[in-house]
């Protein structure tokens, strides 16, 4: 197996694009990461979605995509993992390079989320969980996290405000980013005060509904400079699974997928989790981001809600987190989310992302994708090269 | 959700019916064709009591479409006697007096109507725990 690299980023900002369509989105992001790689071409593409169908009436988006971004005739092929879905186009696109079938391939997440009324959105976004036993109970994607939050403060004594820290430091981080969704900072005060949507979570708990297209080119490592004035290692891009119903876990406070997804990549990149720069966590509520904190082995069972009131999860803190704003601050394109991530991580990696968030000399970025409540998780652990 | 997929359900939705594992004798709801512990593949049915205690819960404020008219309705995870978790609404009880712990019974309640013309959906709920 050869090593791959990352030699072109694309996205698009993550806004309500009233005014633009699925496929627009798409070729946006894609035509970006070719021109930053330099490339006219490619050998294959994955697109990661989740919803096109049920929210758009449009499926079969790789032979769709390809045509329109100008890649007519190659390889294409969409990959669905619920809100992993984009992560999990990228694990499709490492493997097709790694092997070597493919030189050059590139990997899209797309979703477009705001084509139907607020209230198909939130039903669809529930198909993520097990429709028979989960969703037939009235239980939104919300409401499944919520039940995740209450135990935990329960079992752990965490106070509902202290989970501010999490949307604030998203927050803080996002106005810089101009890709984002919510520019603008938010404080303790005003997620005291949010609209409750499903006890425990609140409004500024959860990620908003959005739109947007992220793109990677993923190249062998050797050819990389090629592409690239500043290519990226991936050191690893691994998969790891757990029961889609939450009531299914034994401890549902212990993220398995994100535990097997984080040591399988771990191990294949040969680090410990502390050597990781930067963490873009799949934050699309609090809770979450905490449970993958601990999951990821980077706090303590029941930890993770202090170290971010203790400021570690900040860009100067000992492991930052949603450094362009997360899911929360940014937005959560659903099945483009993954690949936002992961340029996110190429940009701190290259040391471009915004002066105010750049985290200094950063070896390794670390994105990690989730589908449902944790039953798919992409981890992908990214290294800086040099020449 | 179309009638066969529901008449399909109807052990499950009304009498909480899952399955045992003939060689290590772990229960499963919802049924399981391979046991997830042994990874045996003689599974029986088996009928849960239907009693159990509140794992955790959320009160729901926002509704998913066809739920609305319900709101604000709790949703709980209930731990089982018999050592399995499921996924309910608690019903002849209002949200702030339920609390992590509590003791709870199954009962079959209406889950939501599919419109005016559409099908009535019944289903397991759990109630504070009434019979000794
Ligand atoms: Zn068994």
Request: avoid cysteine; proline fraction near 5%; charged fraction near 35%.
């Given at each position: 197996m050869r090593d791959v690299a990352i030699v072109g980023i694309g996205q698009t900002p993550v806004?309500?694009?009233?005014?633009?369509?699925l496929r627009d989105l798409a070729v946006e992001a894609i035509l970006a990461a070719m021109d930053d790689a330099h490339?006219?071409?490619?050998d294959a593409l994955f697109v990661g979605n989740m919803l096109s169908g049920t929210?758009?009436?449009?499926?079969?988006l790789g032979a769709l995509i390809a045509e329109y971004a100008g890649l007519e005739g190659i390889e294409a092929v969409k990959v669905e993992a619920a809100c992993g879905s984009a992560a999990a186009a990228l694990r499709q696109a490492v493997l097709a390079v790694q092997s070597g079938q493919v030189d050059v391939a590139i990997a899209v997440g797309v979703e477009k989320l705001t084509e139907l009324a607020s209230k198909c959105t939130t039903n669809a976004l529930a198909m993520a969980a097990d429709a028979d036993y989960e969703a037939v109970m009235g239980l939104s994607f919300v409401a499944i996290n919520a039940l995740l939050m209450r135990r935990y403060m329960y079992e752990y004594r965490v106070n509902k405000e202290d989970f501010a820290a999490f949307t604030v430091n998203a927050h803080a981080n996002a106005q810089h980013n101009p890709f984002a969704m919510f520019r603008m900072p938010i404080t303790r005060e005003q997620y005291a005060a949010a609209k409750m949507i499903a006890d425990p979570i609140n409004l500024l708990d959860s990620s908003p509904v959005s739109d947007g297209a992220a793109a990677v080119v993923v190249a062998a490592a050797d050819k990389a400079w090629e592409f690239s004035e500043a290519p990226v290692r991936v050191a690893a891009c691994e998969v790891g699974t757990d029961t889609?119903?939450?009531?299914?876990?034994?401890?549902?406070?212990?993220?398995k997928g994100v535990e097997r997804s984080a040591r399988r990549a771990y191990q294949k990149a040969g680090i410990s989790p502390q050597e990781i720069g930067v963490y873009e966590v799949h934050d699309a509520f609090s809770i979450m981001a905490a449970l993958s904190l601990e999951a990821s082995g980077l706090a303590e069972p029941g930890t993770a809600v202090r170290l971010a009131n203790e400021g570690e999860i900040t860009p100067q803190g000992r492991i930052p987190i949603a450094t362009m704003g997360g899911l929360k601050g940014r937005g959560h394109p659903v099945g483009a989310t993954g690949l936002y991530q992961v340029v996110e991580c190429v940009l701190q990696l290259r040391g471009q992302a915004p002066a105010a968030v750049q985290v200094p000399d950063v070896q390794y970025a670390m994105a990690q994708n989730i589908g449902g409540s944790g039953a798919t998780v992409i981890t992908t652990i990214l290294e800086r090269l040099t020449k | 959700m179309d009638i066969p997929r529901n008449w399909r359900l109807r052990d499950q939705r009304y009498r909480l019916q899952g399955t045992k594992c003939t060689s290590c004798g772990e229960r499963h709801f919802p049924p399981r064709q391979v046991c997830p512990r042994c990874k045996g593949r003689a599974l029986e049915p088996y009928v849960f009591k239907g009693r159990g205690t509140v794992y955790s819960y959320t009160v729901v404020y926002q509704a998913p479409e066809g739920y609305e008219?319900?709101?604000?309705y709790v949703v709980a995870l209930v731990d089982l006697e018999e050592g399995v978790r499921v996924t309910a609404q608690l019903t002849d009880i209002s949200p702030d007096e339920v609390s992590i712990g509590m003791p709870v019974e199954m009962v079959v309640r209406k889950?939501?109507?599919?419109?005016?013309q559409g099908i009535i959906l019944y289903g397991y709920k759990f109630r504070p725990l009434l019979t000794p």
């Open positions: 806004r309500e694009h009233w005014d633009r369509g490339i006219r071409r490619a929210l758009g009436f449009q499926e079969h889609v119903a939450l009531d299914n876990r034994e401890n549902p406070l212990w993220l | 008219d319900y709101v604000p889950l939501y109507e599919e419109g005016d």
